[in-house]
C-alpha cells in the first residue's frame, strides 16, 4: 500500500543554522507533497506544499524539493529560530486518491539558542 | 483553526465504554477527515467522508465507526473503548473544489483506563 517514510526523527540544530528533513514514498503516483508543522500542544498547520509539476518550491526561509524520479522530497529550513521548534510532517496524495494524505511519521526540530 | 471544532477536549473513560467524539466545522468544506496521533508513528488515518453519505476507512478502521450526520459535522465512535485506543484524535476538513490543504481541529486527548 502507500507509504511515507520520514528521516530523520529527532533533529536537533543550534539557531542559525539550517535543518534538512526528508521524505520518500511509495506510490509513483503521488502528486501532491504537503508539510505540516505541530508546536507543541497544538494542532498540526500547513506550511507549505509542492505538487508533481514543480521541483521546488521557496517561501521566505522555507524550502521544498521534489525528486520525483527517486521519490523523494524534502524540507529545508534556512537561518532557523528557536520558533522553529516543532514536530514537522511531510505527507502525499496521488490523483487516484486525491484529497486522502498519507503522512510521515514526523520529525521533532529543536532549535537551540 | 477557529473554524474546526472537536468535543470533548479530553476524556478519560474505562475499557469496554462507548465513546463518541464530534467535530463540527464552519468553513463550508466538503471533506472531513478523522486521524489518530500516537508518538513515533505520526498521523495514521481511520475514516474520511468526501460528502454527506460517504464514508471511507482509512488505514486503522477496526474498532471504530463513523457518521457524517450534516456536511458540517463527522463524528467519531469507539464502540467499546481498550487501552490502545488512547491517543490523541484529530479532525480535518478540506475542499474538494480548492487544493488539498487539511484544515485540522484542536484535537481530543482520549485516555482509555
Known amino acids: 500500500g502507500e507509504n511515507v517514510e520520514q528521516h530523520p526523527s529527532t533533529l536537533s540544530v543550534q539557531e542559525g543554522d539550517s535543518a534538512v528533513i526528508k521524505c520518500t514514498y511509495s506510490d509513483s503516483a503521488s502528486n501532491y507533497f504537503p508539510w505540516y508543522k505541530q508546536e507543541l500542544g497544538k494542532r498540526p498547520q500547513l506550511i507549505i506544499d509542492i505538487r508533481s509539476n514543480v521541483g521546488e518550491k521557496k517561501d521566505q526561509r522555507i524550502a521544498v524539493t521534489l525528486n520525483k524520479t527517486a521519490k523523494h522530497f524534502s524540507l529545508h529550513i534556512t537561518e532557523t529560530q528557536p520558533e522553529d521548534s516543532a514536530v514537522y510532517f511531510c505527507?502525499?496524495?496521488?490523483?487516484?486518491?486525491?484529497?486522502?494524505?498519507?503522512f510521515g511519521q514526523g520529525t521533532t526540530l529543536q532549535v537551540k539558542p | 483553526d477557529a473554524d474546526v471544532t472537536q468535543t470533548p477536549r479530553n476524556r478519560i473513560t474505562k475499557t469496554g465504554k462507548r465513546i463518541m467524539l464530534e467535530c463540527s466545522q464552519t468553513?463550508?468544506?466538503?471533506?472531513m477527515y478523522w486521524y489518530r496521533q500516537d508518538p513515533g508513528l505520526g498521523l495514521r488515518l481511520i475514516y474520511y467522508s468526501f460528502d454527506v453519505k460517504d464514508i471511507n476507512k482509512g488505514e486503522i478502521s477496526d474498532g471504530y465507526s463513523v457518521s457524517r450526520q450534516a456536511q458540517a459535522k463527522f463524528s467519531l465512535s469507539l464502540e467499546s473503548a481498550i487501552p490502545n485506543q488512547t491517543a490523541l484524535y484529530f479532525c480535518a476538513t478540506s475542499d474538494s473544489g480548492a487544493t488539498d490543504t487539511q484544515y485540522f481541529g484542536p484535537g481530543t486527548r482520549l485516555t482509555v483506563l
Open positions: 468553513k463550508g468544506h466538503d471533506r
Open positions: 505527507a502525499a496524495s496521488s490523483f487516484r486518491n486525491t484529497g486522502k494524505l498519507i
